[in-house]
């Protein structure tokens, strides 16, 4: 009878604890809770529309208005460069977020419309020589190019959208992997980047 009574003990044991919720679960599938907040960063580097290189960080804090739904606000810093010619970015502007899962390794999708100012500076000059054949013969001709400004600037509205995959490292920190699409002048600017958000308040 002892026998039968501490095996049944044991099973109720074992019962109770396969349904007791893991805490790592939870903590991934019940991540993106309504009322929580978010706050991160990103940044990245391509090549440049105008100039050579680009840089790009963005920065977002917002509210989860619904589960996988944030919204909130967003500021962008970018740069593009080439020798001694800069120009410089800066907006800020809403941003909204959808977590496409509440999982360990999340896809997301984020879209965003800023507002700011852009500059250049800095002058950059390069002489360029080219043969043309002639029916005299070939005729060299070697000009001066010159690039840059200073003191330049004007407003700026930039449309900024991106999908990408967070993968979670604990309860509140995830990292991200995104490939970001920025609207300026008339061209598209693609971008990946890397960046890093935290969770804070309700998460469950």
Known sequence: MK?????????LCGS????????TGNAYTSAYAKGSWSVGVHAGYSKGLILENNSTAQLYAGYFIANRLLLGLGASGSQEWFRLVRSQTYTVGPMARYQLSRTRFSPFLTASYQFGGRSLSGSESQTMTSVVNTTGGPLVITGTARIGGTGISRSVGIFS?????????????????????????????????????????KKY
Do not use: F, H
């Open 3 to 11: 026998e039968a009574l501490l095996l049944c003990l044991l099973g």
């Open 16 to 23: 109770v604890q396969a349904q007791q919720p893991s805490k």
């Open 161 to 201: 959208c991106g999908a990408g995959v967070s993968a979670g490292i604990s309860s509140a920190l995830r990292v991200d992997l995104a490939l970001s699409y920025q609207q300026w002048l008339d061209q598209p600017l693609v971008q990946p980047q890397l960046g890093i958000n935290y969770l804070i308040g």
